[in-house]
């Protein structure tokens, strides 16, 4: 079978139909119960190409092996991807276009034809003028984030099925949920996995090679006010979401935050308000690619909140606490002391006719937590775009090469 024959479209259009979209403000595990309607089917699926060694446990992660057919003794690979897509857009009805010899003019979304899909908007796309690409239909995101990496690793796994003759050890395929509120790996059992070393599939561009992450946390700062009646306030009210807005207002303007920083630039993000006059809380993301500085960010962060305080009378009561909670650090930390990761991978891009982009992540993979959990993991590229919107779109020969990429990892591995 030649590379450019793999179903891999075909398996990523019926699992981008599953609404597995993940729920940041859930207590459970997995954050939806939906997200395994999909992994159900990932079970079913790979039962049927003849895998023996296939779970869903009750957390929802899916774990398959495939044996090692050689005498040789070699390391466990782990593959993984996961199977929630983002809060950010809508994941349900998602409609997967399949646009065949893309001509290069403005892709209209035929569910809003207000969204379009453009060069302009998105340079990449003109390496497809001539090539087949996948789109939503306007309403919803696409889910190429990251069911693109999880067809491509299935798609891996029928090639090694049906080429018995390609000699590899013993793989693992690993589907994790909720990914996307940052607790893909909570719940997994690495011992039960028995992998030695992983890669992610839940890269952009073709050519993306990934082993460094910004290093997060989160970080909650809540603002006790004095409440008072509104008829009666004079001189006793000291209002909670006002004090919210001078601190936010309090923020450097031109850097300091996503909308200005770019490369291995850190920033501290205020991504959701909530309450009222008496009590509010701002909750911030906070990015470096240096670990060091997330603590000199928390510091700078507290000091512009207590200066607002000190500086306005009418806040002279009020109180101001923080909760900073880790989230993932850099996986480079753990992927340097082990480089044949890096190096077999680079060869197996090359054998493929890739030529890799080794560059930092500007977010966090499950590969940042497995790293830091004993399993170090990069991310190699799955070819997805403008993820976590209605603009999502993939090309399905990135699909493609991302398989043969993989296959030529086991080989040489």
């Known amino acids: 079978m030649a590379f450019d024959q793999l179903q891999v479209a075909q398996r990523f259009m019926r699992y981008v139909q599953i609404d597995t979209q993940s729920d940041p403000e859930s207590n459970s595990f997995p954050s939806t119960d939906k997200q395994k309607n999909l992994s159900r089917l990932l079970v079913q699926e790979l039962e049927e ?29 782990c593959f993984c991807a996961h199977v929630d897509t983002a809060p950010d857009c809508s994941g349900t009805g998602v409609k997967p276009i399949l646009h065949k010899n893309y001509n290069g003019q403005p892709l209209v979304l035929p569910d809003d034809p207000t969204q379009m899909i453009t060069t302009e908007a998105y340079p990449y796309l003109k390496n497809f003028i001539g090539k087949d690409i996948i789109s939503a239909s306007g309403t919803t995101l696409l889910g190429a984030d990251d069911k693109a990496g999880v067809a491509i690793i299935v798609e891996l796994a029928h090639y090694l099925i049906t080429h018995p003759e390609l000699q590899h050890g013993t793989l693992k395929l690993l589907f994790t949920p909720d990914e996307e509120v940052g607790r893909g790996t909570d719940f997994l059992d690495l011992k039960k996995l028995g992998a030695d070393y992983a890669y992610t599939l839940d890269g952009g561009e073709l050519g993306c090679f990934e082993m460094e992450t910004f290093s997060a946390d989160s970080l909650t700062m809540d603002i006790q006010g004095v409440i008072a009646h509104p008829g009666a306030a004079k001189g006793v009210m000291q ?29 501290i993000h205020p991504h959701h308000i909530s309450g009222g006059a008496e009590k509010a809380s701002i909750e911030f993301l906070i990015r470096d690619h240096a670990t060091f500085k997330l603590k000199e960010y928390t510091q700078q962060l507290k000091e512009i909140a207590e200066k607002v305080l000190l500086q306005n009378p009418d806040f002279s009561k009020a109180t101001v606490h923080f909760k900073v909670k880790e989230q993932y650090r850099n996986m480079k930390e753990v992927i340097d002391l082990h480089p044949i990761l890096v190096e077999k991978a680079l060869m197996a891009y090359q054998m493929a006719g890739v030529t890799p982009i080794v560059e930092p992540i500007r977010g966090g993979t499950d590969g940042s937590r497995l790293s830091f959990l004993g399993l170090p993991a990069p991310n190699i590229f799955t070819g997805m775009q403008a993820i976590h919107s209605k603009h999502e779109w993939i090309g399905v020969a990135d699909m493609q090469k991302a398989v043969e990429v993989l296959v030529h990892l086991v080989e040489i591995f």
Not at 245 to 263: F, M, Q, R, V, Y
Request: net charge negative; charged share 20%.
């Open 49 to 77: 190409m003849g895998i023996q060694q296939v779970e869903m446990d009750e957390h929802g992660y899916v774990m398959a092996t495939l044996l090692s057919n050689s005498n040789e003794a070699k390391p466990v690979l």
């Open 239 to 267: 209002n909670a979401i006002k004090i919210a807005g001078e601190i936010i207002a309090a923020l450097p303007k031109d850097s300091w935050s996503p909308e200005h920083t770019e490369g291995k630039q850190g920033f």
